[in-house]
């Protein structure tokens, strides 16, 4: 994502960001409805608990509670990389293997 430029402004960060969530609140969702047959063992089964509990199917409380939380967690964890990134010196970014592309966004 980084190197098509989803990290050099703040929209495109939270775009990257729930881009992100998505898919891992997908591939999460699956882990844990398929290995612990819905429950995890963090917060989202808890909130899986407590769907699962109030008569939402199985496979429905893991994909939402899941989806929530990795979607929530992952646009801020992506607009910290964004200002790790935008903070990184021009001298230190342009050794970098991909920091002309955000080299190249900042001049713009």
Do not use: E
Request: charged share 10%; proline share 5%.
């Amino acid at each position: 994502m980084a190197k098509k430029g989803f990290f050099t402004t703040v929209p495109k960060t939270i775009g990257a960001g729930a881009i992100m969530g998505l898919i891992v609140g997908i591939s999460g969702s699956l882990i844990s409805y398929f290995l612990f047959n819905g429950f995890g063992v963090s917060g989202t089964g808890v909130l899986g608990g407590i769907l699962m509990g109030s008569g939402v199917p199985v496979w429905a409380s893991a994909f939402i509670s899941n989806m929530s939380v990795d979607i929530i967690d992952k646009v801020p964890t992506a607009l910290v990389a964004y200002l790790i990134i935008r903070n990184i010196p021009q001298k230190t970014l342009v050794k970098l293997p991909n920091g002309n592309v955000f080299l190249d966004a900042y001049k713009k």
